[in-house]
């Protein structure tokens, strides 16, 4: 439950530490509750703002630790204790390093924060159902709700920025990764499940011309409807596009120009009327038609309808009977897998690295059983180090399309506890990670001794991590 706030005027502790006289005290005391009061606001039902704390001159005010709570069962995030604690804490310790990025003049990457925006609203879209269901939820406008997410995710990106800084000299060198790992407690070192290293070649099946027409003619009829007034864009969509996005009435939010395929981009940025609709795109994902929504700056918001051409089963068969034919040849010793890879392989994260697979969570290559392409785990799961799979059928992440492979089993290290022989990257990671923690851990601490802090009546009883001087 939510600790019991009192409605009476704040009440400064005057007690803080390193202040050298009364007459200082009294002086810094009167000017945080002027400012406290200046910028109590009126809620929708006509009561004050509670303050639950004041860090140096910002009040955290009840309606915004409600508003996070709110966000965090949106979102199922895990609470370790009590919400009416720990989060008003995370919000006094984020105001420290805001405060220490209004000293080193921090600026924000604004397109990298709309990014960020238009990611968390379409989540909640996704979750809550539509729009208008999220309005109801937060119980603001979507303007609003747009506006306070720059903010949030503004503060968000100068408290990373600060933290990188406080922590940017953080390397670890073989003898720390040693010495940590010899300390390390035998019964608490990570236990590292089953990985492997795995090469792959992929082909994509030839998409006959019949087809490709087709996908167009039916783009160019869902133009026309729309140019000439008999059907909305979006509506076209929800019907008909072959992307996620349609659920949305194909609108994607708003994207920088590394943030969509080129093709893509380029088209989108080219658009100015609103009402009009682009000639046909073909990107690596299929066909689209693209409508302008808005721009701003160096972004766009657009909706499309995406068409992909259908792969016929005989186009299948025949990609199966070339990569057949290419695994004979590797097992007869004509080719080496990695020759054969930057030869033919279509999959462009590989073919330049030998046909071996990058894992992008860890950026090594090494993966656990989860983290592979469900199809590629299904035949690496049963192989022998240096087998080559019979062709197999799977799909592409990245274009949704069915692709042809075949897949090598290159190492496979089964579960144990994390060793530094077989380990070292791993405990490298969680040796850099421990080390920053120490450090903004300790820089959180000093800051507190220069800086005012208030915690109201029924806000303190509380197992905090840090100690307040305000409780």
Not at 133 to 147: F, G, H, I, Q, S
Not at 287 to 305: A, K, P, S, W
Request: glycine share 4%.
């Amino acid at each position: 439950m939510c600790p019991d706030v009192g409605d009476g005027a704040v009440k400064i502790i005057k007690n803080q530490k390193n202040r050298k006289t009364m007459k200082i005290r009294t002086i810094i005391v009167t000017m945080l509750v002027a400012v406290a009061m200046s910028i109590t606001v009126e809620a929708q039902n006509n009561v004050a703002e509670e303050i639950a704390w004041v860090v140096g001159s910002e009040p955290i005010f009840k309606s915004d630790i409600e508003e996070q709570y709110r966000q965090a069962l949106a979102e199922r995030a895990d609470i370790p204790g009590n919400p009416y604690c720990v989060i008003p804490e995370r919000m006094a310790v984020d105001k420290l390093f805001l405060d220490q990025a209004k000293i080193d003049t921090i600026e924000v990457q604004s397109s990298m924060v709309m990014n960020m925006v238009e990611s968390r609203i379409n989540f909640w879209i996704a979750n809550l159902g539509s729009k208008e269901k999220v309005e109801e939820y937060y119980n603001m406008t979507m303007p609003d709700l747009r506006a306070k997410l720059i903010d949030m995710y503004s503060d968000q990106y100068k408290i990373e920025q600060v933290q990188s800084k406080l922590t940017e000299k953080v390397k670890a060198t073989p003898a720390d990764v040693r010495n940590f790992f010899e300390k390390f407690p035998t019964d608490s070192l990570p236990y590292i499940p089953r990985q492997v290293e795995v090469q792959i070649i992929t082909i994509n099946p030839v998409i006959p011309q019949q087809e490709i027409d087709e996908v167009k003619s039916r783009l160019r009829d869902y133009t026309q409807r729309v140019n000439k007034g008999e059907a909305e864009f979006s509506t076209l969509a929800i019907l008909y596009s072959e992307d996620g996005s349609s659920m949305y009435g194909g609108e994607v939010g708003f994207k920088g120009r590394a943030e969509l395929l080129p093709e893509y981009a380029n088209a989108a940025f080219n658009l100015s009327d609103t009402k009009k609709v682009s000639k046909i795109v073909e990107t690596e994902a299929g066909f689209h038609i693209i409508q302008l929504i808005e721009r701003r700056g160096d972004r766009v918001n657009t909706r499309h309808i995406l068409l992909r051409p259908k792969i016929a089963e005989k186009d299948l068969t025949e990609a199966v009977s070339r990569l057949d034919t290419v695994r004979s040849e590797i097992q007869g010793g004509k080719v080496t897998f990695e020759q054969a890879a930057m030869l033919i392989s279509q999959d462009k994260d590989s073919r330049l690295n030998n046909g071996v697979m990058l894992n992008g969570k860890t950026l090594t290559n090494r993966f656990e059983m989860a983290d592979l392409p469900a199809e590629v785990a299904k035949k690496v799961d049963k192989m022998n180090e240096g087998d080559i799979s019979e062709p197999f059928v799977m799909m592409n992440a990245a274009t949704n399309r069915q692709q042809v492979a075949i897949v090598k089993l290159m190492k496979r290290i089964e579960g144990h506890k994390a060793n530094i022989t077989d380990d070292y990257q791993t405990l490298k990671a969680i040796y850099e990670q421990h080390r920053k923690g120490e450090i903004i851990e300790n820089w959180v601490k000093e800051k507190q001794k220069s800086i005012y802090v208030y915690i109201e009546d029924g806000w303190r009883n509380c197992d905090f991590q840090y100690e307040w001087s305000g409780r």
